[in-house]
């Protein structure tokens, strides 16, 4: 069982839709990342939050809005998507580099359609 | 500009055989790198992270190693199971970001 949990699994979606991602750990990590997988090719990261607090953001359109509400959540939003955005959404969990050498811990991801 | 490249792209062998996954970066400036093992329609399952300053890790069947100043890591699987069937990923973090930056990945088989 991963220690990420996101939800919902799958989302199918039209284009003028609103719907939220939502990712949870609770492994006391205070860096939290989204990342996008297309098939077959490798994860492309999208944000990264520590503390709260945005840190990264990878030139993501602004139709992709994050939001970390407290320590153990992570939500992405999502607004007048593309049916190029139509991948895999992963979202990851790891300790500050600062305080430790741990690996990024990912979520199974929620697999995402635009009609 | 961090580059990771996976040799190879795909793998396939019989149970049992001993194997080897490359992985190869650009700027050897990393802070560590990692082997992810990641199934179909699922997420990552981390395997191993070598940190910079050293030059193996080991759990189970599997053994990792590094060798910064060349830019290169391999993957080393023991006596391999169908159900390590898989892509597996390389991803490297620098010195001076929190970004993982991935290789491509190698897709193994291995036939029963």
């Known amino acids: 069982d991963t220690e990420v949990t996101q939800t919902p699994k799958h989302l199918v979606m039209g284009m003028t839709n609103k719907k939220s991602l939502k990712c949870e750990q609770h492994m006391g990590h205070r860096a939290m990342y989204w990342y996008k997988q297309k098939a077959k090719k490798p994860p492309e990261l999208m944000f990264v939050y520590s503390y709260e607090k945005l840190s990264i953001n990878e030139s993501v359109p602004s139709r992709f809005s994050p939001e970390c509400p407290n320590s153990s959540l992570l939500n992405l939003h999502l607004h007048a998507l593309q049916p190029e955005d139509s991948a895999l959404y992963l979202c990851a969990s790891s300790q500050l580099r600062s305080r430790s050498n741990q690996p990024q811990h990912f979520g199974d991801g929620t697999r995402l359609s635009i009609l | 500009k961090q580059e990771v490249t996976q040799i190879p792209a795909a793998l396939s062998v019989p149970e049992g055989e001993n194997l080897v996954l490359n992985c190869s970066f650009t700027?050897?400036?990393?802070?560590?790198l990692q082997w992810f093992r990641q199934d179909p329609g699922k997420g990552l399952t981390s395997l191993l992270l070598i940190q910079s300053s050293q030059r193996e890790q080991t759990s189970g069947r599997l053994n990792a190693s590094l060798d910064k100043s060349s830019g290169r890591s391999t993957l080393y699987i023991a006596a391999s199971q169908p159900g390590d069937s898989a892509t597996y990923l390389c991803a490297v973090i620098m010195e001076y970001g929190n970004k993982l930056v991935f290789g491509a990945g190698t897709i193994l088989r291995v036939k029963s």
């Open positions: 700027d050897s400036a990393i802070y560590n």
